[in-house]
């Protein structure tokens, strides 16, 4: 089995990337995606590489599916079943303490309706002693309930179940006696064994609400690749930025939400490692969105829990922040301001440069009328795009907004740049981190052509631009790890810690984890174990993540005091102070299995060179038409420079070079873009 592929479904296009183990040649490619069946946007994509499916030997690919399901809210119909008198937690859910001021806050719109809430009696008490037995009676009238009323799903969270899931285990078993394989049952004790009710209850009605999607989109996935002789596991990509097969994303597909954006991430650590860039900003421009996430100390920013659509999660992901801006965004006039997404043309109809019958301006049409794109190298040359309609779509709202078409698609651009930069400030100085001390890498199919900008705006001088930038996210599944991630509530402060029991907790962690690798298929020699603490301040509500680093300094005398310096350390970096010696207390601990995976990256390069063949015409910057060097990337070979303006174009995506900037393509055969320092007076503004 020679060939390793890696798929990442997006909203437009559907990105392949394949590494022939003989050759040692990675070949990337792109297709439109299929919105009303995924599934044969996956063989269309393959089928351009005419590979041999007996010859593969490993597949992974990130989905959109149950992220799609929660967005457009299509999912399932969900009926909650919990514990007497709470019924109500989810409905009341929290106040928004971010936006505590703001008038115009709404709370999202429930998941599941008051009406569908079960309650059902039996409690355990804050200790996970036994209060009340579970009234099997109650468990049995809600499955008659979910038969007559139609649910697909039950979302089970008792009261404490994540110190007791006894409860919880049970009336699963009557759940699935009464209901058979047709109904999803999810226990909030296996989703989530966390405290927080309502964080809890909110995971678990999640994997309910996406879970019967992806299930279908897996099992279909995984029959049309027996049918076609593919035999070896589907691997999915995990938000936590690791690798599971397909049986375990189908018993815990909200493990999947994030799958096709984190592939990018996962991406840039390995080119942080790779470039020794320790610290990355990247940035995933593609048709219909736009994804920010950060590389730090050569490591993904992976938080233990997040958020999604305002519903919170208790799991670990990377830390993604995500708006609606890309190639395909809408550009519209809203009452005499001009605005640019997030409402996108997606793949049907597409921008009208597409030629699919799409009428209004997008930020793809607006390049196409700056001379940014050029329409026979598009998509590899597998797309000719229509610059007529581009001009009449952008010249359309020029009228209604009484100006100069070029001036208007200069307008759309920074307006989408500005909102770019906004969406890294998110995660960057509104966390006290300092944009400048990060290089930007840029990758999806529109991220090359819009990043200097977007640098220039908020400071960064040195832009990345990978090989296949517009299948990046694909590649990065090649660099990822299987992961699997455990968590045990351990309440204890300094003065409390009982290290033996810290021990035991931590070695029963490390059995799972290690049982988990092995179902997934990881051998001995592939295997790590990490292990984590969530420590607090006392009386503070929230926490941050020490790492433990050596089991065996648990029975040291010191490792409380190391653990505490390690507390200060992170809280000093996050929140700009720390108390040394202050009361601390400890709440969870989290354990990570990790099965490493064969890597591609030092197989990127590409083939020697073609000849030059550089074109001069004229492109837009700054409202100036200036004459550009327009070349393929194929023939720039290692060690070129390239002053700016420049166009590079290649298959997947093209990378812009502004007035005032240098390209380089170093010996990996990435480009990098150097800008000028940002002048004193413009960087304070």
């Not at 070949?27 to 995924?38: E, F, I, M, S």
């Not at 550009?331 to 605005?339: I, N, S």
Request: proline letters at 6%; a negative charge; glycine letters at 10%.
């Amino acid at each position: 089995m020679t060939y390793r592929v890696a798929m990442d479904i997006g909203g437009t296009f559907t990105d392949v990337v394949t590494f022939d183990g003989a050759s040692r040649q990675v070949r990337a490619g792109k297709v439109l995606t299929t919105p009303d069946d995924l599934a044969r946007g996956v063989f269309d994509a393959l089928a351009g590489f005419e590979l041999p499916f007996a010859e593969i030997g490993f597949f992974v690919h990130g989905t959109t599916q149950g992220l799609n399901a929660l967005l457009e809210r299509r999912g399932a119909n969900v009926l909650i079943m919990t514990t007497r008198g709470i019924g109500d937690v989810y409905q009341i859910a929290r106040g928004n303490r971010e936006r505590l001021f703001d008038l115009h806050y709404r709370k999202p719109a429930p998941l599941v309706a008051r009406e569908a809430i079960a309650e059902v009696g039996g409690r355990f008490d804050a200790a996970g002693e036994e209060l009340e037995p579970l009234d099997e009676d109650a468990v049995r009238l809600a499955a008659k309930r979910v038969r007559e009323e139609g649910f697909d799903a039950v979302a089970v969270c008792f009261l404490f179940a994540y110190l007791n899931g006894e409860h919880e285990r049970r009336a699963g078993r009557i759940l699935r006696e009464e209901l058979g394989d047709d109904v999803l049952v999810v226990l909030s004790h296996e989703v989530a064994p966390e405290w927080r009710e309502y964080e809890r209850m909110s995971t678990t009605v999640m994997e309910a609400y996406t879970g019967p999607s992806v299930h279908r989109y897996l099992d279909k996935i995984e029959a049309r690749f027996a049918d076609n002789g593919l035999h070896v596991p589907v691997h999915v990509m995990q938000s936590s930025g690791g690798l599971v097969n397909a049986d375990f994303a189908r018993t815990h597909p909200l493990q999947t939400l994030l799958s096709g954006p984190v592939g990018g991430t996962m991406g840039g650590v390995a080119v942080s490692k790779l470039l020794g860039r320790p610290n990355v900003i990247c940035i995933d421009m593609g048709g219909t969105s736009f994804d920010v996430s950060l590389v730090m100390d050569h490591e993904p920013d992976v938080s233990p829990d997040g958020s999604c659509e305002g519903f919170p999660l208790l799991m670990p992901l990377v830390n993604l922040h995500t708006i609606g801006a890309g190639g395909g965004s809408l550009a519209y006039a809203e009452g005499t301001g001009l605005r640019v997404g997030p409402e996108s043309a997606g793949a049907v109809p597409g921008p009208a440069c597409y030629g699919r019958g799409g009428t209004q301006a997008t930020v793809t049409d607006a390049n196409c009328v700056l001379g940014r794109v050029d329409p026979d190298s598009f998509a590899g040359g597998g797309m000719r795009l229509d610059l007529d309609a581009a001009h009449r779509a952008v010249a359309a709202l020029a009228a209604e907004l009484d100006m100069d078409p070029v001036e208007l698609a200069s307008g759309i651009c920074d307006v989408g740049n500005a909102k770019m930069a906004q969406a890294i400030r998110t995660l960057t100085v509104e966390h006290g981190r300092e944009p400048g001390q990060f290089a930007l890498l840029a990758f999806g199919g529109a991220g090359p052509m819009h990043a200097a900008f977007i640098a220039r705006e908020i400071g960064v001088t040195e832009v990345i631009v990978p090989r296949f930038p517009g299948a990046f996210s694909a590649w990065g599944m090649l660099e990822s790890d299987v992961r699997r991630d455990f968590t045990m509530q351990f309440f204890a402060t300094n003065r409390t810690l009982d290290t033996q029991a810290l021990s035991a907790a931590l070695d029963a962690l490390r059995g799972q984890a290690i049982e988990a690798l092995i179902e997934q298929g990881i051998s001995e020699d592939k295997r790590s174990v990490s292990h984590s603490i969530d420590m607090r301040y006392e009386s503070q509500d929230y926490t941050l993540t020490v790492p433990i680093w050596d089991t065996d300094d648990v029975a040291s005398p010191d490792f409380v005091g190391i653990l505490e310096q390690r507390f200060a350390e992170a809280h000093h970096k996050r929140y700009g102070h720390a108390t040394p010696g202050a009361p601390v207390q400890f709440v969870t601990i989290r354990t990570t299995g990790r099965g490493r995976v064969d890597r591609t990256a030092a197989e990127v390069g590409a083939a020697a060179p073609a000849p030059a063949e550089t074109v001069v015409r004229d492109v837009v910057f700054d409202g100036t038409a200036l004459p550009t060097t327009i070349v393929a990337r194929s023939a720039l070979p290692v060690g070129t420079r390239l002053p700016g303006p420049a166009i590079v174009h290649e298959e997947t995506s093209t990378t812009v070079v502004p007035p005032d900037a240098e390209l380089r393509v170093d010996d990996n055969e990435f480009l990098t873009i150097t800008l000028a320092p940002r002048p004193e007076t413009e960087a304070l503004s």
